[in-house]
């Protein structure tokens, strides 16, 4: 375990409160086992668990930034022996049957098995996980730059599924420099430019092919992470302009959007909504926040921060018991 220097912490108010609530149940409330066991054996297309469990990764990395308890590396080593050692031959850790590598949730799984993988060895110098996650990428290299590679954007959730790996891939050419990361970025990048996916020139974020909310934010946050990566002002300013169009069209004054999970025309607009439609959902609260305060860190500026706390507490913390 790396040496952890202390940070501020809170000192009131009702962030402490339920940050203290919430990291006591991280600790005594979450079955680590359960997430040991998302890598093992194979399933069928419906299969999506290591999103959480590749989040948890992340999130334990998190805690132990905020406050340098060696428990929650301890519960993020016991997922990334796992990973280790259910990773197939060819690099792949997308849990689905052979056959189905670029079907269904399989390139989603595998993005955020990278970013767990990623923020692991960020935390801990586990080199390990670092290779893993260079295998995992070469395995996709192989198969979208390969003889007969499928079209990235045939895909689910209108063609944004596979794209999201260009956040983790970033964030690892950023880490290693890899060759073919970068040539898998430069495809992403390419192809969609090429397409009514531009990323990078899209007029509005309802002209995009996909106007699924969190999927289409973790691909912004993978913008931002090439714009930086790859030295491009286009892509850091693209991923500008899409938040700010979501900001200000979409988050209606719950700090939340989407109707049935998608951007609408008119999305903001005062209204009475059937919870039927899931007006409100929490993917699309916590992507929000994350590439606002990703964009923060870039830029700046307190417009960000101001969107945070509509989000955290009209919707996050609104929502929440306060037992």
Not at 19 to 28: A, D, G, P, Q, V
Not at 91 to 108: D, I, K, R, T
Not at 191 to 207: A, H, P, V, Y
Not at 218 to 229: C, D, I, K
Request: hydrophobic fraction near 40%; aromatic fraction near 10%.
């Amino acid at each position: 375990m790396t040496e952890k220097q202390s940070l501020p912490r809170l000192t009131g108010g009702i962030l402490k409160e339920y940050y203290e609530k919430l990291r006591e149940n991280f600790y005594t409330g979450i079955d680590v086992d359960a997430h040991v066991k998302t890598y093992e054996g194979v399933h069928d297309g419906g299969y999506a668990e290591p999103e959480f469990t590749g989040k948890f990764i992340d999130v334990c990395t998190r805690y132990w930034d905020a406050d340098g308890d060696e428990r929650a590396l301890s519960m993020a080593a016991r997922v990334v022996e796992s990973i280790l050692r259910n990773q197939r031959a060819d690099g792949y850790l997308g849990c689905l049957e052979p056959g189905n590598e670029a079907h269904a949730f399989s390139v989603w799984n595998q993005a955020f098995t990278m970013l767990g993988l990623i923020r692991y060895e960020q935390a801990t110098g586990d080199e390990r996980a670092l290779e893993a996650a260079i295998k995992c990428a070469h395995g996709l290299h192989a198969l979208f730059l390969g003889e007969c590679a499928p079209d990235l954007l045939d895909a689910g959730n209108q063609g944004s599924q596979h794209i999201s790996m260009l956040y983790p891939l970033a964030l690892l050419y950023e880490r290693t420099g890899d060759r073919k990361t970068r040539e898998l970025i430069e495809k992403i990048i390419a192809r969609c430019e090429d397409s009514d996916m531009n990323l990078l020139s899209f007029d509005s974020i309802l002209t995009l092919r996909s106007q699924k909310g969190i999927e289409m934010l973790v691909v912004y946050l993978g913008v931002l992470e090439y714009g930086r990566a790859f030295g491009c002002p286009q892509a850091v300013e693209a991923a500008r302009r899409y938040w700010r169009e979501v900001n200000d069209t979409q988050i209606r004054n719950t700090g939340n959007g989407t109707i049935g999970e998608f951007w609408r025309e008119g999305g903001n607009e005062p209204c009475f909504l059937p919870g039927e439609v899931r007006p409100n959902e929490n993917c699309v609260a916590v992507g929000f926040m994350e590439l606002a305060l990703a964009l923060f860190w870039q830029d700046g500026d307190a417009v960000y921060l101001d969107a945070i706390e509509k989000t955290m507490f009209n919707h996050i913390l609104g929502s929440v018991s306060r037992d």
